[in-house]
């Protein structure tokens, strides 16, 4: 039997037409100009940028707060806070003074810095697509049906991993 008949009788997943598989490909691809640009000139990976931002939301949050919020693993919030963010000097951790065991994290003053530097890019890198006619979705535009069955998804996702 040759492997092209072998992989036309096996059962395929639906990933032209599976909403989850365009949802990761929407956020890969929206993510490779930020490492393509603004990755590259700060030294920092798109995880890196999502403990930064959620940081910069929610100070003063444990590990498990920043996973949460951002939707990656513990491990991987972790690798990201630590090789880049604290040796870097933008983010510092302290012992929780209510639970010994748990590290507190926040921005530096060279976090911040960088988060109002990259922020105020990544607007301009919003506005630049709005005039180009491929404005991401807002919940007051034409997005707000899709941005609410996001928002939904997200919370019944959420919801089972608490």
């Known amino acids: 039997m040759s492997a092209g008949n072998a992989a036309a009788r096996r059962s395929t997943l639906p990933v032209d037409d599976s909403i989850f598989f365009k949802l990761v490909r929407v956020v890969n691809l929206t993510a490779r100009p930020f490492s393509e640009s603004i990755g590259k000139a700060h030294h920092l990976s798109l995880n890196e940028w999502r403990v ?80 180009a006619g491929s404005a991401p979705p807002t919940r007051s535009g034409w997005g707000a049906c899709s941005i609410a069955w996001i928002d939904n998804l997200l919370r019944r996702r959420t919801a089972k991993r608490s």
């Open 52 to 131: 930064l931002l959620v940081l910069a939301n929610h100070p003063a949050g444990g590990g498990s707060e920043v996973a949460a919020l951002t939707g990656l693993d513990k491990m991987t919030v972790s690798r990201a806070h630590r090789r880049a963010c604290e040796r870097r000097g933008r983010v510092v951790r302290k012992v929780d003074a209510g639970d010994r065991r748990r590290m507190l994290l926040r921005l530096s003053a060279a976090g911040e810095r960088l988060y109002e530097r990259i922020g105020v890019a990544g607007e301009g890198a919003r506005a630049q697509a709005s005039s």
